[in-house]
């Protein structure tokens, strides 16, 4: 587990500064949108982006509607660079397995193209259902490939140098998390994204 969350801090590190300019800025671009379209908000909703990158998903989110941010990343310089761009937010260093808020805190819970570097989804869902308040809600924007894809490059995926584990159906994403108080709300795909809306009810 370590070895690949330490792959991921070491290539987050050093994307941070221009993240929105690199091939991974510019491809996660469209699952934001898309969870931006998706994601239904109360005024003043307490929303923990897992993975949150420099902060630019909260920040859309508090324009579409005001929220009490939080934010956690592996990458320490990500989370500097998120903790400038949102300062009405807060950020922690921290891995998705050891999420550094109280039980039942949270009504909603965003991954954005990030679930595929989690070493460990079953614990990372017990997470989720910890910090979650009951009915708390956690939208999960991973990417999509088919079967036969998943099949072929799934082998190869933990060689990266960039922390990745697998990538998963929208079945094993839900399985996983059904397993650990959820039920699973809504499932889409749009093209190469999909989006697992599931919600606690323990």
């Keep these: 587990m370590g070895n690949f969350n330490e792959k991921s801090k070491i290539a987050y590190n050093r994307k941070a500064d221009n993240y929105e300019s690199t091939s991974d800025g510019k491809f996660t671009r469209k699952f934001k949108q898309l969870l931006l379209s998706e994601i239904e908000l109360r005024g003043n909703d307490i929303v923990l982006d897992v993975a949150c990158g420099n902060g630019s998903l909260l920040s859309a989110l ?23 761009n949102n300062p009405n937010m807060k950020f922690c260093t921290a891995e998705c397995e050891n999420i550094p808020l109280e039980d039942g805190s949270v009504d909603i819970i965003t991954v954005c193209a990030a679930y595929h570097h989690f070493p460990n989804p079953t614990a990372f869902a017990k997470e989720a259902s910890r910090v979650l308040k009951p009915n708390g809600k956690i939208y999960i924007a991973e990417i999509y490939l088919p079967s036969i894809l998943r099949l072929l490059i799934n082998p190869f995926v933990p ?44």
């Excluded at 159906?169 to 039920?183: A, D, M």
């Design 159 to 202: 060689l990266s140098s960039e922390g990745d584990v697998k990538f998963y159906s929208p079945k094993e994403i839900s399985l996983t998390f059904e397993k650990n108080g959820f039920r699973q709300q809504a499932v889409k795909k749009f093209g190469y994204v999909q989006i697992v809306f599931m919600q606690r009810y323990l």
């Design 62 to 84: 508090n324009a579409k509607k005001p929220i009490n941010g939080y934010g956690i990343d592996i990458s320490d310089r990500m989370i500097e660079n998120a903790a400038v």
